[in-house]
């Protein structure tokens, strides 16, 4: 069955099969379409407003990015990961978002650190009044961002492509365990702490730690 979605918000671009892309892409990376759902492309076309043959199109363009796979008698199937695939997810991020923080410790610039402390203090008050469906989002914000400042020319744009193809589903991520929540932001904290002071080792470890712990959580959610 089709989980629910919505096309509202999307602008239509060059053609129908680039729109129904984009918005099945934006619903699979946010898991508001999660692991394991089947896509019927008729119940897409009828959502979407469009004829069958853009939605197949589209379809074979997700599978390109492995974000649907095809199955006998199935058709396409948003991919789920593997207790396998899982850990080397998070052992790629690891590494990528390590050596992001490891670059970004020897360039970054006041005016990004502060960009960075006014979110991540913005998470802070979030947590502190309840509100953690939105630290998840905020957190890869703040992410990809230090990777993109440590590695502007090529760096940044694999952790943009390591996280968009495997999306946590919104119900399995840490920031809404209140506790796991304070424990990344202390560990947020020591990294920005670690940019300010341009101490590329620390930067690198913390990450890595942080990212790693990640995964420890999502593997036991898994299991």
């Known amino acids: ?24 892409r934006d619903e699979i990376r946010n898991a508001r379409v999660p692991g394991g759902t089947q896509l019927k492309a008729a119940h897409l076309a009828e959502r979407l407003g469009v004829s069958i043959t853009p939605v197949r199109e589209a379809l074979r363009r997700l599978e390109k990015d492995r974000l649907v796979s095809y199955q006998s008698h199935r058709g396409a199937t948003v991919i789920d990961l593997t207790d396998e695939a899982l850990i080397e997810f998070y052992q790629v991020r690891a590494v990528i978002e390590g050596l992001g923080a490891r670059l970004a410790a020897t360039r970054i610039t006041p005016q990004q650190l502060a960009q960075l402390r006014a979110l991540h203090e913005r998470m802070v008050t979030d947590a502190a009044n309840g509100r953690l469906t939105g630290l ?12 993109d400042i440590g590695g502007p020319a090529f760096l940044g744009r694999h952790a943009h492509a390591i996280r968009d193809s495997y999306p946590v ?40 730690d942080h990212v790693r712990a990640s995964g420890t959580y999502r593997a036991q959610g898994s299991g």
């Open 1 to 24: 069955m089709e989980s629910p979605g919505s096309a509202e918000g999307h602008r239509q671009p060059m053609s129908k099969a680039d729109y129904v892309y984009e918005v099945l």
């Open 169 to 208: 589903p919104a119900t399995a991520s840490l920031w809404l365990d209140p506790q796991q929540a304070n424990t990344h932001l202390a560990e947020h904290q020591r990294l920005l702490d670690a940019l300010e002071a341009h101490d590329p080792d620390t930067a690198e470890r913390v990450m890595i």
């Open 136 to 147: 998840g989002e905020q957190s890869r914000r703040l992410h990809l961002t230090i990777a």
